[in-house]
């Protein structure tokens, strides 16, 4: 049985208030880790001035397998005794897909970052989309239907050949 994977794109905007401890603010080299459970993981540049508003507005594309369930960002920060980590949080699969959005549908989210004690400590910016291959038309663009077609003129009798752009609605009336 073969797994099927679609490219994610994850791009980290910046992040808000985080801290080494609970006084410490970060104030420089801070970094992001993007996960799946299968550990297909990337990571952004560092920041090395952001202080504890880092920014990076960096775009991560991996393959996200079928059979995930969630999405882990970490954001770590470069000590004089190593690399620790500031916070996590586990997104669920759900919040990037949604049920009625089509595929290239980009979604900001922001989530509150947990550190190791599960205690709050700051806030990941970002935006999530499946990218779709230019070549392919997702179901969800198509009503969940087997129609491939995406737009272009049209023409049926008693209306002008115009082209039609959005997503199929069905009427439950009848004619």
């Known amino acids: 049985m073969a797994t099927t ?57 991996l393959e996200f397998p079928s059979h995930e369930r969630f999405l882990t960002v970490e954001v770590h920060c470069k000590t004089y005794s190593g690399e620790k980590v500031v916070g996590a949080v586990r997104i669920p699969a759900t919040d990037c897909t949604g049920e009625y959005f089509p595929d290239n549908y980009l979604h900001f989210l922001s989530y509150r970052l947990r550190d190791g004690k599960g205690e709050r400590n700051g806030i ?37 050949s115009e082209v039609v752009i959005g997503v199929p609605v069905w009427h439950r009336y009848k004619y």
């Open 5 to 61: 994977s679609r490219a994610l794109e994850v791009t980290v905007i910046s992040g808000e208030g985080l801290r080494l401890n609970r006084r410490r603010p970060v104030k420089k080299n801070a970094f992001a880790v993007v996960r799946t459970n299968s550990r297909i993981s990337r990571t952004t540049k560092t920041d090395i001035d952001g202080r504890s508003y880092p920014t990076w507005n960096e775009k991560i594309v």
């Open 124 to 160: 990941i910016n970002l935006s999530v989309r499946f990218k779709v291959p230019e070549n392919r038309v997702s179901p969800a663009m198509c009503g969940g239907g087997a129609v491939q077609w995406m737009g272009g003129p049209l023409a049926v009798e008693g209306f002008s």
